[in-house]
C-alpha cells in the first residue's frame, strides 16, 4: 500500500515535499516513482528511483529543481520540490513495483500506485 501526503498549494518559486508511505514487503518495491497528472493531461513520470542500485531518472522538465530520496528504513519515499512553476500543478501519484527499474522504464507499468496528492501552483 501507497499514501502520498504533502502536497498542497503554493505560489510560484516556492517549495513543496511530497511522502509516501510504503507498507508491505521492501522486495515489492525495488523500484519506485513519482508521476504527474494535469487535467486534459497525459500522466507524466517525473522521477523514479532505482531502491537497490541507486539510480535516479527526472523528467527534462524537473532537473535540477525536484529531488527523489527515500529514507533508510525504506518505508517512506519524498519528493522534494523547489522552484515551483504553475505548470508543475497536478496530482501527484506514487508508484512501485518489484523489478528492477531497467525493467520498468519503458513501459512504466507499476504494479501498486497510490491514490495521489495534488500540487497547485499560483
Known amino acids: 500500500q501507497l499514501v502520498e501526503s504533502g502536497g498542497g498549494s503554493v505560489q510560484a518559486g516556492g517549495s513543496l515535499r511530497l511522502s509516501c508511505a510504503a507498507s508491505g514487503s521492501t522486495y515489492s518495491r525495488a523500484c519506485m516513482g513519482w508521476f504527474r497528472q494535469a487535467p486534459g493531461k497525459e500522466r507524466e513520470r517525473v522521477a523514479r528511483?532505482?531502491?537497490?542500485?541507486?539510480?535516479?531518472y527526472y523528467a527534462d522538465s524537473v532537473k535540477g529543481r525536484f529531488t527523489i530520496s527515500q529514507d533508510n528504513a525504506k518505508d517512506t519515499l519524498y519528493l522534494q520540490m523547489s522552484s515551483l512553476k504553475p505548470e508543475d500543478t497536478a496530482m501527484y501519484y506514487c508508484a512501485a513495483d518489484p523489478r528492477p527499474c531497467h525493467e520498468i522504464d519503458p513501459t512504466n507499468a507499476y504494479i501498486h500506485w497510490g491514490q495521489g496528492t495534488q500540487v497547485t501552483v499560483s
Open positions: 528511483l532505482d531502491t537497490v542500485d541507486r539510480s535516479a
